[in-house]
């Protein structure tokens, strides 16, 4: 039988990123924390972290953190059952937190407004960890989150994953930028595109590249990048005129009132799919987030492929 108290203590060391902030946030010293990891690690034979300037799981403890976050919140399904009908103030409400990782293109564009009416009727906490579309799966896998938009579509053991539909982006700058990086015959070449600086998001941001190699058969292109790992900051740095980027088709699409951006090669869209991966036995309350966040992804994006 697993030790509730020492599955807690793994949880908070790898939240926190150390034992330190695991003990304050378990309201424990930092050799009690330490002592239950170990008793774990002992009970079970083998290592559950790797110590380092950040403490993080090894496979096993990848593991035991997705039982303990499955436990969790069943845990929280069943108390909210129990809960007094009767008793429904506010003071008693129970408020169940989810953890997901999703791509800063869809968090403000189609995954809030999408899942705000489900979070608000059923006291859900969303913990949304920021990362690439790419990437946002590591998170999962970890058993950091217990959902992440991806662009994987092969789920992990355990998982499931659901096509969600198409993100389109379109490479877009000022008017008078993309004007510069056309010929006087009206033609966008990869020199004149690539003598201007591309916005990047951060440096686990591939879509660009994709854009050349898609349109241009450039492979590993080497050209100036500004990086701005905020939306708001990468639209404004696009708009100021300080490079080319590349923009959701969403996103240019509630630009009402913003300064205007144009494509700079028309009709040369990079299609990104998405997907929705989620436990394949879910608690009542992520199984209400899934069915929020595909109900979300159908009315904002373009449908899933026929392969998807």
Not at 154 to 167: F, H, K, N
Not at 187 to 211: C, E, G, M, W, Y
Not at 234 to 260: C, D, N, Y
Request: glycine share 6%.
């Amino acid at each position: 039988m697993l030790d509730a108290r020492q599955l807690e203590a793994l949880a908070a060391v790898v939240e926190q990123g150390g034992f330190s902030g695991a003990a304050k946030a378990l309201s424990l010293t930092v050799a009690a924390v330490s002592l239950r990891i170990k008793s774990l690690e002992e009970a079970l034979g083998q290592r559950l972290l790797v110590r380092g300037k950040r403490v993080r799981a090894t496979p096993a403890g990848q593991a035991l953190l997705t039982h303990v976050r499955q436990v969790q919140l069943m845990e929280a399904d069943l108390l909210a059952q129990l809960a007094d009908p009767g008793s429904a103030g506010t003071s008693r409400v129970r408020w169940q937190s989810l953890s997901v990782a999703i791509n800063a293109d869809s968090v403000a564009s189609w995954f809030l407004p999408g899942v705000a009416p489900v979070v608000q009727r059923h006291h859900l906490l969303i913990d949304i960890l920021i990362d690439d579309q790419d990437h946002t799966h590591d998170a999962l896998k970890s058993g950091e989150v217990t959902g992440c938009v991806s662009t994987l579509a092969q789920p992990m053991r355990g998982c499931v994953a659901e096509p969600l539909g198409i993100m389109r982006y379109r490479c877009v700058a000022t008017p008078a930028l993309a004007e510069l990086c056309r010929t006087p015959a009206g033609r966008v070449t990869p020199h004149r595109l690539l003598s201007r600086p591309a916005i990047i998001f951060n440096r686990k941001d591939a879509l660009q590249d994709v854009f050349l190699h898609r349109y241009f058969q450039l492979r590993e292109a080497r050209y100036p990048r500004h990086f701005t790992p905020a939306i708001d900051a990468f639209e404004t740095a696009i708009e100021l005129g300080m490079g080319w980027g590349m923009v959701p088709e969403l996103h240019l699409q509630q630009r009402k009132g913003r300064p205007p951006l144009v494509e700079v090669l028309p009709d040369a869209p990079v299609d990104v799919a998405l997907y929705w991966h989620h436990w394949e036995r879910e608690p009542a309350t992520a199984q209400r987030l899934t069915q929020a966040v595909k109900a979300a992804a159908a009315a904002a994006l373009l449908p899933p492929g026929p392969n998807a």
